[in-house]
Structures are given as C-alpha cells and as structure tokens.
C-alpha cells in the first residue's frame, strides 16, 4: 500500500488524540447515528434481505475460488469490446502503467472519480511526481485534496469537517470561489459545481475506479451521486479504470443481488442517484483498464482472512462501530478505516508496523460490524485470528506463559489465589513499568479475600 | 512487462485458492416476475427522490409536456417521438428523453441509448432532465431490470436529481449532473 501514512503512531495513540477533539466527535456521532437510521429503514424494507446477504457472500465465496478463470474471462470480454486490459502486481507498478498511458495522450491534467484504489495506491502522488496533475470531482475528495488532508470514511471521506472549515478551506484554497460564499450546504455544493464545470467540459483523461467487474460480458459498474461519476466516465476521450481484482463478479444477473445490497448498506437509500455501467470502449472513447492486485493475491491466500476480499466497500461497519464513532477515522492510517480496515489493513500491508499490528485491537468485539455487512464477513474472527498472528511484547508474552502455568493446574491456581488474598491490600491501582500498558484502560480488578473454591469448601462442609 | 504481471497474479491466485472448498451460489432472494410494475409505487418512489411526477393518459401527453416545458428550449435526441413533443428554437437549457426500463420498487430509470434516449452526455450537461416513462416499461423489481437489460449499451440507472451529502451528511440535490428531474408516466 501507498507509503503516505509511514510513521503514523499506532493506532491506541492517534485514538487517545482523536477521542479529545470533541468537534470531531460531535460530527461523528451526528453523521454516524444519521446513516445508521437510514439504513436500516430500507434494510428494513425488504424482506428478503437474509437471503440477498446470504447471496452475496455465496457470490463472493466462489468468484474468489475462481478468481483466476474469471478474470481471463473478463479481460477476453473487454478486449473484445475494444477495451486494453493491463496487470498490476503492486502499487508501484499500477502507477508507472497509469503515468504511461497518460503521458502517451500529451495530457497533463486528468480528472478523478472517488476510487478506493487509486487512494490506496497513491496514484495522485506518484502521477505529480510524472508532472501529471490530478483532480479529485468527488465533493468530499475535493475537501479532502484541496485541504491536503486524509480521507476518513469510505463514503463520505471529509465527514470529520463541518460546514463552517469547508467554507474557510474553499475560500482559500478554491480558485474563483464566491466572495460572499456561506456555509450553506447548498451553496458549498453551487461552488464546487461551477468549479469543476470548466474541468470536466474540458477533461481528455479521466481516471475511475469501480464498483463492480462483471467477467460474462466484461462490463464495469461505477455507483456515485453527484454526477461527477458520469461526467468523468463519458465526457473525456480516454478512460483509465483502476480496479482490484476482487471486484469481479461471474455473471450479468449478479447485479441484482449487489446493485440492492449495496446503495442500501452504504447511503441508506433504494437506489444511489446515478450508477454507469459500460463495456470496453463506448461512444468512441479510448479505455483502459487495470487490473490491480497489491496484496489481494496474499490476502486471498488465508484460509480465515481471506472472506475481507468479499468487501464492497459500502462503509456500514463503520457507520455501527463504537470505536470508529470514538476514535475517528485517521486513527486507523490507511484509506481504509474502521472495522474492515481493522482487518483489511494489517493484511494487505502486512504486519511489521506498530501502526498495522495495533489495528486487530482497534475494536471491542461486540460483533455489530458482522451484524450489519452485506456480505456477511466475520470481522470479529478474523480480527481475533490476527492478533494471534501478530508480534507481541515479550512481557505480554511472559504474562500470558505464566497465567498459563498457574492456570493449568488446580492446586497452583489455589496457591496463587491464596497468597494473592494475603497480599490484596498491598496490590497497586496501576501497574509500573511494561505492566501499565494494562492498567492505563483498564481498572485493576478487586482481590478478594478468598477465592470461590476455599469458600465453597468451606461452606460445604460446615 | 505486463504479460510477466499478468502471468504471476494469475500463478499467485492458483496457488491461494489451491485446495480451498469448492463455494457454490445460493439464491434464495426474490428473482425476477416477469410482471408488470406498480405505477402509483414506481411514482412515489420516485417522488421521495424530490422528482417531479406527472402521471398522465396516452392521449393527453403532448399537452401535458407542452404545458410543463413552457418557456424552456430542450434539446430533443434523434428518434424522440415526434408526435409527443417538437424541438423548438434556441440555446437549449435542458433534455427530454425516453427510456429503457423503470423500477417500481427503487423509484429508478434506465438509459440505455436507444433512439429517444440520445448519447449518455446529452442527459447529463444540462441542468434539467426531463424523462418520458410509458407504463409497460416499469417493471417490480431490480431483479426484472436487469434481466431485461442489453449489457452491451452503456446504461445509466437514474435515481432523483443529482444529490450531494458530503457536508455534513446533509442532503443537497444538484451536484453536477442535472438538478431537476421530471419525469411523465405514460398511462395506456
């Protein structure tokens, strides 16, 4: 994954950071609880919403088992219909393909649909380094890039901002923004409008991502609802989609299990505003399209992890998350944020950061992530797997090899719980030294005098 | 270099997969009818979008699209039926179009670039869209709509006006793409 977050403090830090902010705070929990409602209202309304779920992880499930027959599929399709297919193993490689078939149209300036990958990549960066300029047309990506900030939210990535900061920030950062601009929603939307009217009017290059794959008949699926989506898709003469491989699915029909899953998961709403679907190169358009792997292949080799790459990335775990709510977004540092980046992250980057190894721990496990998932992945377990998976602290370790020694065995249990009794009143409230990274969450449990055992033995036999 | 790349992703999920259980489909959910669409349902749905809905019989549908289109200069797609509405003088400010399919269920339209429809960028520029629904095209479901769909067409599925709710989760109709939707349904 792209190297903008290397450095990041691990994830218990930036969140002890984030839960002081209280704006922040208050703009989560407002954006959060609203999505939340909504959602379940036209969840609510279908009643064959179980059997959809079950669908689309089935769907997943046996796309993945055949992922490599699919995609020679797709890219038959595509080429067929007059698309180039391109193969990306890694981040570095997909932006060097991209840099090229840019720079070989003489643009310099391309537009943007809102793409996870492209984020994950670092593609924006890596084409300024070709003197390639890249303009997000997503409003909140626009927040996001005009403030030189990090998305937080798969969905709505500039959720942490409120009206008042996106004023400032267009005000100073958007060239031709009104002078008198509010901070009406309204007008911030009209401002981001005329803005990037001119662009797309004069776009030769655009880059999107996609929802969906659909390797029978090699088409693509973007689903978005401002309309950025569709000016970025049709209007320029060439069409650069980015999309990893897992966003594949074997059929046509398919669509009608995804396209009822998904915009009710992600906005709460029956349908998003406008979903564009294409198939190789339309109305005389140029398309390419890459194929982007960059840690799904590894992701996809673990028996428990693997179900992650079933994500359509539609945001309802994080929307249900007691810790996301709390903690905020860039507490996580990735693209991916909350529950499913918790188990997305560590996995695709591997583990050898401190940042990366403390986000199986970024949750309290109450399980309303899976509750919530369309395509039912059990986020729980697989955080639970990979904090197995994870380096711990050699004092960690020792505890843990020491609880065990006492544990198995009744009679040293007894003992310890014995002496423990005796000493209670001298057991400190926090822990010193490598210990406290115990006692700093948590509350030091109460010793009592005598363990269950003694007392039961001893009121048994009176 | 590419067919290198190619090559090792395509090794790199073979030996993933390798001995994995086989996963097979299940789908249980409601398919697709056959049917024909509710249109009082398909008109609300649609309304909850903050469309604008008429619902009007056969013989009077030049009338009503004269009456609502006053004032305005439409760009008219080749193959448009003519005797519904006529192209008039001047710098257009908004489209008419047909359409493919509509879904009751989910209140949405779908483009599929047949005559009548025009080019996918026709619907979008201008700031008002207005789209002509006859009943038998609306359909009950998602599930019909997709099986009735050509995958080769470029296909728009349209839901409401252009909306926003990235300030706040607030929502704004009228981004980019055209801020007033209405939509006639053909009754007949």
């Not at chain 1, 990041?8 to 002081?20: G, I, L, S, Y």
């Not at chain 1, 070709?130 to 005009?146: K, M, N, P, R, S």
């Not at chain 1, 009104?178 to 981001?192: S, V, Y």
């Not at chain 1, 990893?244 to 998904?262: N, S």
Request: aromatic residues 6%; neutral net charge; proline residues 6%.
């Amino acid at each position: 994954m792209s190297g903008v977050y290397i450095g990041m403090p691990a994830f218990p830090q930036n969140a002890a950071k984030a839960v002081q902010n209280s704006q922040l705070r208050f703009n989560l929990r407002k954006a959060t609880h609203t999505i939340r409602g909504r959602r379940a209202a036209v969840v609510g309304e279908l009643a064959d919403w179980a059997e959809l779920r079950q669908a689309g992880k089935t769907i997943k499930d046996h796309t993945l088992r055949h992922l490599d027959r699919y995609l020679i599929e797709l890219e038959e399709k595509v080429t067929a219909a007059g698309g180039v297919v391109h193969w990306a193993r890694d981040a570095a490689e997909a932006n060097r393909i991209v840099a090229r078939l840019v720079k070989d149209t003489g643009e310099t300036e391309v537009v943007k649909v809102k793409s996870m990958a492209t984020m994950e990549i670092g593609l924006n960066e890596a084409l300024a380094e070709e003197g390639i300029e890249a303009f997000e047309t997503d409003l909140a990506e626009l927040i996001v890039q005009l403030g030189d900030d990090f998305p937080s939210h798969i969905l709505v990535p500039a959720i942490h901002r409120n009206r008042a900061e996106i004023r400032e920030l267009f005000l100073k950062k958007m060239a031709g923004a009104p002078k008198d601009l509010t901070d009406e929603p309204r007008a911030l939307a009209e401002a981001a409008r005329l803005y990037l009217r001119k662009r797309f009017l004069e776009a030769k290059v655009a880059i999107s991502g996609a929802n969906f794959m659909i390797a029978e008949t090699g088409t693509l699926v973007v689903l978005e609802s401002e309309g950025n989506g569709r000016m970025c898709l049709t209007l320029p003469k060439t069409l650069i989609s980015v999309v990893g491989i897992e966003k594949l699915l074997p059929a046509w029909q398919d669509l009608e299990v995804f396209l009822q899953l998904l915009p009710r998961s992600s906005t709460g709403e029956r349908m998003n505003p406008y979903t564009s679907m294409w198939t190789g190169a339309t109305e005389g358009q140029e398309f390419h399209l890459v194929l982007l792997d960059n840690g799904r292949t590894s992701v996809l080799a673990d028996k428990v992890g693997r179900q992650a790459l079933r994500c359509i990335r539609c945001s309802a775990c994080l929307n249900v998350c007691p810790v996301y709510e709390r903690a905020g977004g860039h507490s996580y540092g990735s693209v991916y944020p909350g529950p499913i980046g918790a188990i997305l992250t560590p996995q695709l980057r591997g583990m050898d950061t401190e940042l990366d190894r403390s986000l199986p721990y970024a949750s309290s496990l109450c399980g309303a992530c899976y509750e919530v998932c369309p395509v039912a992945i059990d986020i729980p377990s697989v955080l639970v797997d990979l904090r197995a998976k994870a380096r711990h602290p050699r004092t960690e370790k020792a505890g843990m090899a020491a609880a065990g020694w006492v544990f198995s065995r009744s009679k040293r249990l007894a003992k310890a719980q014995r002496f423990g009794g005796r000493m209670r009143r001298l057991v400190p409230k926090r822990l010193p030294g490598p210990l406290s990274g115990w006692t700093d969450t948590r509350d030091m449990p109460e010793i009592p005098a005598e363990s269950f055992r003694d007392w039961w033995v001893r009121e048994g036999n009176r | 270099m590419s067919a290198a790349a190619r090559e090792v992703i395509l090794r790199r999920i073979r030996s993933a997969v390798e001995g994995a259980p086989e996963a097979g489909i299940e789908r249980g959910y409601r398919g697709a009818t056959g049917e024909r669409g509710d249109v009082d349902l398909f008109a609300e749905r649609v309304r909850d979008y903050k469309a604008i809905v008429h619902v009007v019989p056969r013989a009077e549908v030049a009338a009503t699209l004269a009456r609502i289109t006053e004032g305005r200069v439409l760009t008219v797609p080749a193959g448009f039926p003519s005797d519904m509405y006529a192209a008039s003088e001047g710098e257009p400010d908004g489209v008419i179009s047909t359409c493919a399919v509509a879904v009751a269920e989910t209140g949405t339209i779908v483009l599929d670039a047949d005559p009548g429809q025009g080019t996918r960028a026709q619907t979008l520029i201008p700031d008002y869209h207005l789209c002509v629904v006859r009943d038998d095209q609306i359909v009950p479901n998602v599930p019909d709509a997709v099986a009735r769909l050509d995958p080769a067409r470029p296909l728009t599925w349209i839901s409401g006006p252009s909306a926003t709710s990235d300030i706040e989760l607030n929502r704004v109709e009228g981004v980019h793409g055209p801020r007033t939707l209405e939509v006639v349904i053909v009754i007949g």
